[in-house]
């Protein structure tokens, strides 16, 4: 990046299929302007299948790429598998996956609910693993692939008012660890990024209150949030060419948040 906010489009990624879930806002919509950038051939998933269309349309125009909408809700049970199938569908595979559809509802654990506990687990953890699972398994048929999934800096570090969060993003971290693992020997890597709180809405939203962000910035040695070009550009890279012996590793995007 030649400055935060900036993309760089050093990295190419021309002709690579490419489906990025979560992509119609905050971090996936940034992501998906990163990947449009480098020349992906982009599949966006979400919920809104008119605003996927016309963010789709939109990169392409911008860019000069492939792009399409595949609308999926990731808390439904058969999600997974039918958005593995429908996104290969449209341009006849995938080389990368971008695991980054994810919800989040702050709470103490004595507040925690069932209900609030099983939504977060259903959309953070078993959607995306599954997922990974059926495209890793495509992939390894192909000849290979790259998924990166974004996991979260409370996957590796306690997280107060955010035990479901945490549980879920550390069992995807887990997850993608055994897809490194047996997916390997098939030329296929799968690697986490884990950032620390990111400026999108749903993070001004979360932790916008000066109460509550102080006491997070003071154990980030960089002394501030990341911002959602900075999670794109090493996840670009992660599914770069660039990055092709590194399989089956989380990189935390916190500013030092993990070693303070």
């Not at 302007?33 to 996927?52: K, Q």
């Not at 996104?87 to 695991?99: P, S």
């Not at 890279?237 to 993990?258: K, Q, R, T």
């Amino acid at each position: 990046m030649n400055s935060i906010g900036e993309h760089t489009h050093s990295i190419r990624l021309d002709g690579k299929r490419v489906l990025i879930t979560g992509a119609s806002r905050g971090i996936g919509a940034d992501l998906a302007e990163a990947f449009a950038g480098a020349g992906a051939t982009l599949v966006l998933s979400g919920r809104g299948g008119d605003a996927l269309s016309s963010q789709a349309r939109k990169l392409a125009e911008q860019y000069g790429i492939e792009a399409a909408g595949v609308a999926a809700d990731l808390s439904e049970p058969d999600a997974p598998a039918r958005l593995a199938d429908e996104a290969a569908a449209v341009f006849g595979g995938l080389d990368v996956l971008i695991n980054n559809a994810g919800i989040s509802h702050p709470e103490m654990v004595t507040d925690l609910t069932a209900a609030a506990f099983d939504e977060v687990l259903t959309v953070n953890l078993r959607a995306p693993a599954l997922l990974a699972a059926a495209v890793g398994k495509a992939m390894a048929e192909a000849g290979g692939g790259a998924i990166v999934t974004v996991a979260s800096a409370a996957a590796l570090r306690a997280l107060p008012e955010h035990y479901a969060y945490c549980t879920s993003k550390a069992g995807l971290v887990m997850a993608t660890r055994v897809l490194a693992l047996e997916l390997g020997p098939h030329n296929v890597r799968a690697n986490s990024v884990c950032p620390t709180v990111v400026l999108t809405d749903m993070g001004r939203k979360v932790w916008g209150e000066e109460t509550k962000s102080a006491p997070m910035l003071a154990r980030i040695p960089l002394g501030r949030f990341a911002v959602p070009a900075e999670v794109s550009a090493t996840t670009l890279f992660l599914a770069s060419d660039l990055a092709s012996m590194i399989n089956g590793v989380e990189v935390p995007i916190d500013g030092g948040y993990g070693v303070s």
